[in-house]
T-cell receptor, first 114, second 114 residues
Framework: GENVEQHPSTLSVQEGDSAVIKCTYSDSASNYFPWYKQELGKGPQLIID?????GEKKDQRIAVTLNKTAKHFSLHITETQPEDSAVYFCAAIGAVQGAQKLVFGQGTRLTINP | ETGVTQSPTHLIKTRGQQVTLRCSSQSGHNTVSWYQQALGQGPQFIFQ???????GRGNFPPRFSGLQFPNYSSELNVNALELDDSALYLCASSLFLVDTREQYFGPGTRLTVT
């Protein structure tokens, strides 16, 4: 089955700097890669996603890149702000008997220092 | 547009007891997936319901079961609770179509088994 590895597990950056989180996946059949932000006491919030037929996608300060050949994808946050502090999860869709099953990475705790 | 809601918010049960968790899907969505998130880890797929039937299951024992109702809301039932069942249980709703993948999470139910 699909396996997703995420690193780093913790990341601390100065406000205004950029943050990059990287993930690798194992199943070449996976074709959808979302990123979620989870704040304390809340459920994961979908912040951006990318499909396998696209190499890069950007939404304001957030961008995601995908390298299908190397089976890795990355989240880039520019001009970081204190409200970006949270745990970020990458995920991939792996098929389970036809179900759209999200397989998550282990998470990255991002801290933005003022 | 109504988001995903879950009830209860918190729950404390004793080992061996049974529990029922509830989820109302986002309006316009027809599919509900359940995930278990242990402390400090990424969510793990339990199962998915589509058209009131289980559409796929992760690596969870049969004492984890579910239901989906005609209005697309869903229940997760766990029998014979074990200490390791203590976790945040997340429900995600989506629209099951050929070209859709997005899953939107509710706030979760925090289950503590003592």
């Amino acid at each position: 089955g699909e396996n997703v590895e995420q690193h780093p597990s913790t990341l601390s950056v100065q406000e205004g700097d950029s943050a990059v989180i990287k993930c690798t996946y194992s199943d070449s059949a996976s074709n959808y890669f979302p990123w979620y932000k989870q704040e304390l006491g809340k459920g994961p919030q979908l912040i951006i996603d990318i499909r396998s037929n696209v190499g890069e996608k950007k939404d304001q300060r957030i961008a995601v890149t995908l390298n299908k050949t190397a089976k890795h994808f990355s989240l880039h946050i520019t001009e970081t702000q204190p409200e970006d502090s949270a745990v970020y999860f990458c995920a991939a869709i792996g098929a389970v008997q036809g179900a759209q099953k999200l397989v998550f990475g282990q998470g990255t705790r991002l801290t933005i220092n003022p | 547009e109504t988001g995903v809601t879950q009830s209860p918010t918190h729950l404390i049960k004793t080992r061996g007891q049974q529990v029922t968790l509830r989820c109302s899907s986002q309006s316009g969505h027809n599919t509900v997936s359940w995930y278990q998130q242990a402390l400090g880890q990424g969510p793990q797929f339990i199962f998915q319901y589509y058209r009131e039937e289980e559409n796929g299951r992760g690596n969870f024992p049969p004492r984890f079961s579910g239901l989906q109702f005609p209005n697309y809301s869903s229940e997760l039932n766990v029998n014979a609770l074990e200490l390791d069942d203590s976790a945040l249980y997340l429900c995600a709703s989506s629209l099951f179509l050929v070209d859709t993948r997005e899953q939107y999470f509710g706030p979760g139910t925090r289950l503590t088994v003592t």
